[in-house]
T-cell receptor
Framework: DTEVTQTPKHLVMGMTNKKSLKCEQH?????MYWYKQKAKKPPELMFV???????INESVPSRFSPECPNSSLLNLHLHALQPEDSALYLC???????????FGQGTRLTVV | GQNIDQPTEMTATEGAIVQINCTYQ??????LFWYQQHAGEAPTFLSY????GLEEKGRFSSFLSRSKGYSYLLLKELQMKDSASYLC???????????FGAGTRLFVKA
């Protein structure tokens, strides 16, 4: 199993809503990542978890709140988002210290 | 600071060879990745170079010169399905941080 599964695939939410994005992998990877990608732009790193602990937060606004409940799951909790937060949110995982990161298919988020 | 430069777009013909260049300037270097991304899909890993030289993998090869801050991805025997964006990404030392270039959109024509 070399898959990273993200749900939902699409999400439309209002600026006062609270929602969560979910990411799951069963490859035994102990590093998991959240990236944000706007149209025709490269992915931008948001958060990195290593061994279920937050190791990198790229100065992301607090309206994005990551959570890693166990070694297979990574969540991104969303609250009071702005329309400019609309983007493709990508989850990835890798072995700690190894080369290849596997990406999920992403959640396309639209904030209205 | 850090900077990764790639051409914005390239066009090539089916069956031909194309080379996509990437130059980078970063504080701390721990390897360079190439990813392929089709529109609306996730990036997929193509290659990782940490030492100078050429790594060949089927129709795809990647080259790195650390002293020049330069890499290229070589695609041979181009197929229509190779039309995609190709992202150059640099891993920084000391952790998991990988910085992506803006990507090169490759169009393969018949």
């Amino acid at each position: 199993d070399t898959e990273v599964t993200q749900t939902p695939k699409h999400l439309v939410m209002g600026m006062t809503n609270k929602k969560s994005l979910k990411c799951e992998q069963h490859m035994g990877h102990r590093a998991m990542y959240w990236y944000k990608q706007k149209a025709k732009k490269p992915p931008e790193l948001m958060f990195v978890y290593s061994y279920e602990k937050l190791s990198i937060n790229e100065s992301v606004p607090s309206r994005f709140s990551p959570e890693c409940p166990n070694s297979s799951l990574l969540n991104l909790h969303l609250h009071a988002l702005q329309p400019e937060d609309s983007a493709l949110y990508l989850c990835a995982s890798s072995q700690v210290g190894e080369d290849e990161a596997f990406f999920g298919q992403g959640t396309r988020l639209t904030v209205v | 600071g850090q900077n990764i430069d790639q051409p914005t777009e390239m066009t090539a013909t089916e069956g031909a060879i194309v080379q996509i260049n990437c130059t980078y300037q970063t504080s701390g270097f721990n390897g360079l990745f190439w990813y392929q991304q089709h529109a609306g899909e996730a990036p997929t890993f193509l290659s990782y170079n940490v030492l100078d030289g050429l790594e060949e993998k089927g129709r795809f090869s990647s080259f790195l010169s650390r002293s020049k801050g330069y890499s290229y991805l070589l695609l041979k025997e181009l197929q229509m399905k190779d039309s995609a964006s190709y992202l150059c990404a640099v891993r920084k030392t000391g952790g998991f941080k990988t910085i992506f270039g803006a990507g090169t959109r490759l169009f393969v024509k018949a």
